[in-house]
């Protein structure tokens, strides 16, 4: 066999592999009470095994293509990815008056947001491609803050990480022992309004107290919403796109998830 018939079965084989490798999505219709909740499953059909599973939690927009993209990304980087829905119904808005107003029906009550997070992670758990003891959960903006709440409430998460996420306490503090990630990995813009320094100071503090290693990445330029290509559409001063911020966040949020998981 010549080097160049080589090369040619070797390009088909290749090929005939990444055929066989698919990535599945699926709705998935679940419910917090007698709230019905819309979610995105995402998971690469072809890998063999039980793999960790990651949460994604929506901006305060809503369980839209952003998210949904985000879980089909994890699922091709050899997670399991579900896009929850804290809105109901899967409720999305492009307008910010009525995101502010998702935002404050889904948060009114702490048990119910608790309830809505604890609903979407057994429908994770329950998915015969998750291995049940690696669990982790990404967050954006709003998204970034529920993460973290239900961590700090001893969520069994083993990974954690937010992107332009809500730093802002809406529950009492982590606490050794009951926080459950031994890490966690914080990226924000140094020009987001949202986010000011302070926050991701107070935070720092916080998670040092509580022996929770805290990494946090600061994209100086960056604004709120740098890894949404649709921020610049909402007419917002403080929300912009950032490809090369998205690109680079996005690569270190998996070498985050290797470090945790092997994977």
């Known amino acids: 066999m010549t080097r160049t018939t080589v090369t040619i079965v070797a390009a088909a084989l290749a090929t005939a592999g990444a055929a066989r490798a698919e990535v599945k999505t699926q709705e998935i219709e679940y419910r917090q009470g007698d709230t ?9 059909d072809a890998a063999k095994g039980k793999r960790p599973g990651i949460l994604v939690v929506h901006e305060w927009w809503g369980n839209n293509a952003h998210a949904r993209n985000a879980a089909t990304k994890l699922a091709k980087a050899g997670y399991v990815g ?22 404050a029906e889904a948060t009114k009550d702490p048990a119910v947001k608790k309830a809505r997070f604890e609903a979407a992670l057994e429908q994770l758990v329950a998915q015969p491609q998750v291995d049940r003891e690696k669990i982790g959960v990404i967050g954006y903006c709003f998204g970034g803050g529920v993460a973290l709440d239900m961590a700090r ?6 990974a954690l990480a937010t992107f332009h996420g809500s730093l802002a306490r809406s529950s009492e503090p982590a606490k050794e ?46 604004k709120h919403g740098f890894t949404n290509p649709d ?14 911020a998205d690109r680079r966040s996005w690569d270190e949020l998996l070498k985050y998830l290797k470090a945790v998981f092997g994977r």
């Open 36 to 44: 019905v909740l819309k979610g995105f499953l995402a998971y690469d």
């Open 82 to 103: 579900f896009a929850l829905d804290m809105f109901g119904e899967g409720k999305s808005t492009t307008h910010p008056e009525d995101a502010k107003a998702f935002v």
């Open 153 to 158: 409430e001893g969520e069994p998460l083993k």
């Open 177 to 222: 022992g009951t926080f459950g990630p031994r890490s966690i990995l914080v990226q924000t813009g140094g020009a987001d309004p949202m986010v000011p320094k302070e926050q991701v100071a107070a935070l720092e503090k916080e998670m040092k107290a509580a022996g929770v290693k805290a990494r946090v990445i600061t994209y100086p330029a960056a």
């Open 231 to 244: 921020a610049d559409k909402a007419g917002m001063a403080g929300l912009a796109y950032d490809a090369k």
